[in-house]
């Protein structure tokens, strides 16, 4: 599972998010993985951060707030 996002305020860009299983070895916790890439390469982003699937629901919450 998958999506890619046009990145507000580029031409290019992109968001990428991705569910990775077992990111770091056999038998570790899957994680949902956010990518910013300003060139437009979902596969490569420049930058990207690893939630573990425990901790998305307290993360959706907490950017849900920012549109308040």
């Keep these: 599972m998958s999506a ?15 569910k990775i299983d077992e990111p770091y070895g056999a038998g570790s916790a899957s994680v949902a993985s956010i990518g910013i890439s300003l060139s437009g390469d979902s596969e490569n982003p420049e930058w990207k951060v690893h939630l573990p699937m425990d901790n998305l629901d307290a993360v959706i919450s907490a950017l849900e707030a920012f549109r308040k």
């Design 4 to 18: 890619t996002i046009a990145l507000s305020g580029t031409k290019k860009g992109v968001i990428s998010v991705t």
